[in-house]
Each structure stands twice: as structure tokens, then as C-alpha cells.
T-cell receptor
Framework: DTEVTQTPKHLVMGMTNKKSLKCEQHMGHRAMYWYKQKAKKPPELMFVYSYEKLSINESVPSRFSPECPNSSLLNLHLHALQPEDSALYLC???????????FGPGTRLTVL | DQQVKQNSPSLSVQEGRISILNCDYTNSMFDYFLWYKKYPAEGPTFLISISSIKDKNEDGRFTVFLNKSAKHLSLHIVPSQPGDSAVYFCAASPGVGGGSEKLVFGKGTKLTVNP
């Protein structure tokens, strides 16, 4: 089973809203990732968690706040986003240390 | 500085023929290479990978070739099917144990397989 699930599938939010994206995997992977993907562009890494600790933050604005409550779950808390933050947000997981990353279906986020 | 390059933004082939997607890289530390397939509004799906100790890896209709000296890899799909129509991303990393969980992606090649 190589499934990573993400909820919600679609999200529309205003610039003053607070919302969260959720990601779950049950493959026993101890590395989890958040990516942002704009249309016709490759995925762009945002954060990496390894063994539930934040190991990489690619200089992402603080209006994006990741959280890894346990080894199977990854959240991305959103607050005061801008319209240019509208994108497909992808979660991925892998064995730690660099290995094949398996992606979820993504959350399509629209910021009005 | 683009470390992984997919120079063909699009490719069109006939059903049943071979599709060849190319990828070049510049960083000699890259040691592990992957191909992902992506449909619109979905997450990338892992297709096939290859590590630098091999020059070929095959999985069904998909074969990846690696030429380390040329820093070039290619994905062959034989025979191509209309369901293969998607964007294909090449990705590279310093590999397992290389200490980096960062995948570097190319910009993608849109494959269209015509019936």
C-alpha cells in the first residue's frame, strides 16, 4: 500500500480565515513533506519532517505553519493567506534519509 | 540554476509506438533518479526509479536508462497507450543515506498519446 491521503480535496478561504490541511499515511514512513505546486510548474518543497521533527523549512512565510502530531499525520495550518498562495498543496512521505517519495492527491486551495 | 532539465515541454506520439522522455542533470552528487507521472489536479504518481549503480531499470512497459558520464536519463514507454497521456516529471536526489530529503524536479514534459 503506497497511499497518502489528504483532506480536504478543495478549499476556498478568505484572506482573514484560518484553516488547516491534513495529510495521513500508514506506510510506516518517518519522513513527511509539504509541497506547493502552481499550474505548469514542478512541485516546490516547503517543509520536511523527519521523525516528527521539522528538519527543513524552505524559507516559507510564517502564514504557513506545519505540525506533525505523530508519525502518521501531518498538518499545515493556514492563516492570513494572500491570493498568490492559491495553488495545489501536496503532501508526500518516504523513508527518512532520502528515498522514493509517495505523494497524496493534493488539496486545491483558492484564496479570495 | 536549473539542476534538472527536461528540455522538451511536450511530446506527441501515436498509440502503440515508443515514447522517449529525456532528462539531463548538472549536479554530479545526484545519485538517485525518479520519474513521476501527473494528471491535472492530482498528485504526482511514482513510476520508476534508478540508482547510479545501475544503467537500466525496467518495470513492465516502463524502462529508465541512466548515462552517468553524460548526466542524462531517459524514460521509455513501450507500447504507448492513450492513458499514458500526462505530465512526466524527472526528479533527482543525492540518494538514500545521502543526507538529503530534497528532491530536485525538472519542469516536466507533457506527453500526449494519440489513438
Amino acid at each position: 500500500d503506497t497511499e497518502v491521503t489528504q483532506t480536504p480535496k478543495h478549499l476556498v478561504m478568505g484572506m482573514t480565515n484560518k484553516k488547516s490541511l491534513k495529510c495521513e499515511q500508514h506506510m510506516g514512513h518517518r519522513a513527511m513533506y509539504w509541497y506547493k505546486q502552481k499550474a505548469k510548474k514542478p512541485p516546490e518543497l516547503m517543509f520536511v519532517y523527519s521523525y516528527e521533527k521539522l528538519s527543513i523549512n524552505e524559507s516559507v512565510p510564517s502564514r504557513f505553519s506545519p505540525e506533525c502530531p505523530n508519525s502518521s499525520l501531518l498538518n499545515l495550518h493556514l492563516h492570513a493567506l494572500q491570493p498568490e498562495d492559491s495553488a495545489l498543496y501536496l503532501c508526500a512521505s518516504s523513508l527518512p534519509g532520502g528515498d522514493t517519495q509517495y505523494f497524496g492527491p493534493g488539496t486545491r486551495l483558492t484564496v479570495l | 540554476d536549473q539542476q534538472v532539465k527536461q528540455n522538451s515541454p511536450s511530446l506527441s506520439v501515436q498509440e502503440g509506438r515508443i515514447s522517449i522522455l529525456n532528462c539531463d542533470y548538472t549536479n554530479s552528487m545526484f545519485d538517485y533518479f525518479l520519474w513521476y507521472k501527473k494528471y491535472p489536479a492530482e498528485g504526482p504518481t511514482f513510476l520508476i526509479s534508478i540508482s547510479s549503480i545501475k544503467d537500466k531499470n525496467e518495470d513492465g512497459r516502463f524502462t529508465v536508462f541512466l548515462n552517468k558520464s553524460a548526466k542524462h536519463l531517459s524514460l521509455h514507454i513501450v507500447p504507448s497507450q492513450p492513458g499514458d497521456s500526462a505530465v512526466y516529471f524527472c526528479a533527482a536526489s543525492p540518494g538514500v543515506g545521502g543526507g538529503s530529503e530534497k528532491l530536485v524536479f525538472g519542469k516536466g514534459t507533457k506527453l500526449t498519446v494519440n489513438p
